[in-house]
């Protein structure tokens, strides 16, 4: 339940990001409130005495725009940071958590087309990557748009035989071939009782 006080602070802030050119749908997400909810504020609250110093929010898709701030890099560090999600939200005027679930998004996507790189280099079909990822056809199609695919060559299994089978070890051999092992032959096999010398 939102107290009187609530409802008074929000109609300030309404007003406020009125006076700095915000749009009434702009407030209303801004504040997490209807739209009908932002009007009745505004109704009520006193209109400030000078305009608000905060931005409006960028007009348009802003996701192309955070994305070139992010590789800008963080304005004392650009060399080696990226710009923090807050800076680029105060920037733009828009939701910090609008930001940084498109980053996670971004993210997902690269990973996912990493995967579907590999699997492709492998030699699986379109087919068999959409399955094992859980994406369609076409995702994987637009994921590896932009990725050269170089295919492995043919893996040839080679074995150095080091005796006359052709095994050069007794691990290397198949399952149903069972290697001789070498007796020692200058030692004289023990000969049974009752055999004659």
Same mark, same amino acid.
């Given at each position: ?98 930001? /940084?679930?498109?980053? #996670?998004? $971004?993210?997902?996507? =690269?990973?996912?087309?990493? +995967?579907? %790189?590999?699997? &492709?280099? *492998?030699?699986?079909?379109? /087919?068999?990557?959409? #399955?094992? $990822?859980?994406?369609? =056809?076409?995702?994987?199609? +637009?994921? %590896?748009?932009? &990725?050269? *695919? ?48």
């Amino acid at each position: 339940m939102t107290t009187a006080a609530q409802r008074r602070e929000r109609a300030e802030s309404a007003a406020r990001l009125r006076a700095a050119g915000w749009s009434l749908r702009q407030i209303a997400r801004h504040l997490r409130v209807a739209d009908s909810t932002v009007r009745a504020d505004l109704r009520d609250a006193p209109a400030p005495l000078r305009p608000y110093p905060l931005a409006p929010p960028f007009a348009g898709d802003w996701r192309a725009k955070a994305e070139q701030l992010r590789a800008a890099g963080h304005p004392d560090h650009r060399s080696s940071q990226l710009m923090p999600c807050w800076m680029i939200a105060e920037r733009l005027s828009v939701p910090e958590r609008d930001v /940084r679930r498109h980053f #996670a998004r $971004l993210r997902s996507r =690269e990973s996912r087309a990493d +995967r579907a %790189l590999w699997l &492709r280099t *492998v030699g699986q079909s379109l /087919r068999e990557i959409a #399955a094992s $990822l859980g994406v369609s =056809e076409a995702t994987v199609r +637009r994921d %590896l748009a932009d &990725r050269p *695919v170089r295919h492995l060559p043919a893996r040839k299994t080679r074995i150095v035989p080091a005796t006359a089978t052709g095994i050069a070890h007794p691990d290397d051999a198949a399952p149903s071939v069972i290697p001789l092992r070498r007796q020692n032959r200058s030692a004289t096999p023990a000969r049974p009782e009752g055999h004659p010398a």
